[in-house]
């Protein structure tokens, strides 16, 4: 069935890192793929999403890259803000099926 | 982007007291609208899919009778936890999809509601 991967949190990180959270998953057909961002007490909001293969989205100065041959979304920004703390959650839903698959989240603390 | 509300934000009851919890969506006509259960520090986990109009189906392991769902309208779906108890605390999130929002190929998350029952 799929399936979404993500690396576990948390990861802790100085401001103005480099970010990297890896994420990779199972799937049939081609999936779109999505990565939320979920802040403390608060829904989760989509941050950005890919639908097809090698598409780059981005936002707010994140970025991950649908990647089919390695069935990887990995999220980057260059240079992380204290305000960046958060759970990100990387998800995938199948085309033509309603759910959408959740990895487990990966919590971010960004230090000043 | 659309937008979904949820009601209550925050709500504390007693143990044996029934709590309904309401998920609207704002600016679209929600077909279907899914109900999630997050436990602290974990991800989110599928508690039951409405489709308007017509019973939810839920997950399995999620008691129906005790999860009770309805769809009554396009922009409108309660989730009610009947006789609570400590255990059902939790973080509820709604979201939902619309005829308009499927060209984006996603969900629409509302804020979530803190339950805690005591």
């Known amino acids: 069935g799929n399936s979404v991967t993500q690396m576990e949190g948390p990861v802790t990180l100085s401001e103005e890192a480099f970010l990297t959270i890896n994420c990779t998953y199972t799937?049939?057909?081609?999936?779109?793929l999505f990565w939320y961002v979920q802040y403390p007490g608060e829904g989760l909001q989509l941050l950005l999403k890919?639908?097809?293969?090698?598409d780059k989205g981005s936002n707010k100065g994140f970025e991950a890259t649908y990647r089919k041959e390695t069935t990887s979304f990995h999220l980057e920004k260059g240079s992380v803000q204290v305000s960046d703390s958060a759970v990100y959650f990387c998800?995938?839903?199948?085309?033509?099926?309603?759910?959408?698959?959740f990895g487990a989240g990966t919590r971010l603390f960004v230090k000043a | 982007g659309a937008v979904v509300s949820q009601h209550p934000s925050r709500v504390i009851c007693k143990s044996g007291t029934s709590v309904k919890i309401e998920c609207r969506s704002l600016?679209?006509?929600?077909?279907?609208m899914f109900w999630y259960r997050q436990f602290p520090k974990q991800s989110l986990m599928l508690m039951a899919t409405?489709?308007?109009?017509?019973?939810?189906?839920?997950e399995q392991g999620v008691e129906k009778d005790k999860f009770l769902i309805n769809h009554a309208s396009l922009t409108l779906s309660t989730l009610t936890v009947t006789s609570a108890h400590p255990e059902d605390s939790s973080f509820y999130i709604c979201?939902?999809?619309?005829?308009?929002?499927?060209?984006?190929?996603?969900?629409?998350f509302g804020p979530g509601t803190r339950l805690t029952v005591l």
């Open positions: 799937a049939t057909g081609y999936p779109s």
């Open positions: 409405s489709n308007e109009g017509s019973k939810a189906t839920y």
């Open positions: 998800a995938l839903k199948d085309t033509g099926g309603f759910k959408t698959i």
């Open positions: 979201s939902a999809e619309g005829l308009a929002t499927l060209s984006y190929n996603e969900q629409f």
């Open positions: 600016d679209f006509q929600a077909t279907t």
């Open positions: 890919a639908t097809k293969a090698d």
